[in-house]
């Protein structure tokens, strides 16, 4: 029997080895293009408050006032992003939130019913990556 010299760190490897890491790595690398390479959407900030529901593109620059039953919230939009600036409600959790930016995110102002959400536009498709 002949002796195999140590490859990597004192272990031997198999042209067996070689070839299930080489297929490991393509299934990995194909699964994250399939995954991550997807449509890229126009998303949007949509913001519904009691008196309606208003869309707005992510390149919006402006503040936004939104009345609900106990006052006033304040919504500034910038950059793609928006926070709640100020709100009538009393533990200020939405201001605290700080900014959104990406798909699914929110923030709510539950006692003014205020909600503040970015969404990407509708392409047709019925299934994101949340239900799967």
């Known amino acids: 029997m002949t002796a195999r010299k140590p490859f990597f760190w004192g272990v031997s490897v198999k042209v067996v080895d070689v070839i299930i890491i080489v297929f ?15 449509p890229v959407r126009q998303k949007e900030i ?12 992510p390149d919006a620059e402006e503040i936004v006032s939104v009345a609900g039953p ?41 006692p003014n019913k205020v909600l503040v959400r970015v969404e990407a536009q509708d392409d047709g498709e019925k299934l994101d990556g949340t239900a799967w």
């Open 70 to 110: 106990l006052g006033t919230t304040a919504i500034e939009l910038r950059g793609g992003r928006a926070r709640v600036l100020s709100s009538p409600c009393t533990n200020q959790l939405c201001v605290a939130a700080g900014t959104i930016h990406g798909h699914g995110q929110w923030i709510a102002c539950l």
């Open 24 to 38: 490991a790595l393509t299934v990995s690398v194909f699964s994250a293009v399939l995954v991550y390479a997807g």
């Open 46 to 57: 949509v913001i519904q408050g009691a008196g309606g529901s208003w869309v707005f593109p």
